[in-house]
């Protein structure tokens, strides 16, 4: 790696009854709140390979794209079409393309257009492969222009669907992917609708992957087939 990666009696009876109760509704308490942070949490990795439950604890296998912002030792942050601000930590392991040739991390500057794989955690994203890309390939009229709808702190997710959204299909259904399909699935989904963050890739029993979307008020599920290609959004 370049220099620049160098671096959670009967009343006393019914006292005691009183208690327990009290206790019971703390407990029961307790474990719905854990419930509901636990279904409300990112996605579990399911490890390199590839396979697991579509549990939503722990950082999956997704990305990126956008505009390189400020630069570090450690990494960068980019914003995306959408206007969402994105960290990207790189590490020894971190490949660098430009175009299609191998580059190196000297080739991540300000102002460059870059796609970012690797694990993502909310908006950080450890990189794997970063990828300088054509001038003009990431901008606020793409955004526009794939019908990608902006976060905006309490406004209402955007309830509309598009292209075809796969039979029996329902939110949390699958296994979630890792490796070269979850990136082939990332990068198709991003360059239909960039602007957001891909925090997983689930793999339908019918073959196909529901990518899911954050940062943006829609889409939340952009569905790819086994091609590869995107086929609809929700």
Do not use: C
């Amino acid at each position: 790696m370049p220099s620049r990666k160098l671096t959670r009696s009967i009343v006393a009876g019914a006292a005691a009854i009183a208690v327990a109760g009290g206790s019971y509704g703390i407990v029961s308490a307790t474990s719905s709140s854990a419930s509901t942070a636990a279904s409300s949490s990112p996605a579990a990795s399911s490890g390199s390979g590839g396979g697991g439950s579509n549990a939503r604890s722990g950082p999956a296998a997704g990305g990126s794209s956008g505009t390189v912002g400020s630069v570090s030792t450690s990494g960068f942050t980019m914003t995306t079409s959408a206007g969402q601000t994105v960290t990207v930590d790189e590490a020894s392991a971190t490949t660098y393309q430009k175009g299609t040739s191998p580059a190196s991390a000297s080739a991540i500057t300000a102002g460059e257009p870059v796609l970012v794989l690797g694990t993502t955690s909310g908006t950080t994203i450890t990189a794997t492969q970063v990828t300088v890309q054509p001038t003009g390939s990431e901008g606020s009229a793409a955004s526009s222009a794939a019908g990608v709808v902006p976060f905006q702190q309490g406004a209402p997710s955007t309830s509309k669907q598009a292209g075809q959204i796969p039979a029996n299909y329902s939110q949390g259904s699958g296994t979630i992917v890792s490796g070269t399909a979850a990136s082939k699935a990332t990068e198709a989904a991003l360059a239909a609708y960039p602007g957001g963050v891909v925090d997983r890739v689930v793999k339908l029993s019918n073959g196909e992957y529901e990518v899911h979307y954050i940062g943006v008020n829609w889409p939340h599920h952009i569905f790819v087939n086994q091609d590869f290609k995107v086929v609809g959004a929700d």
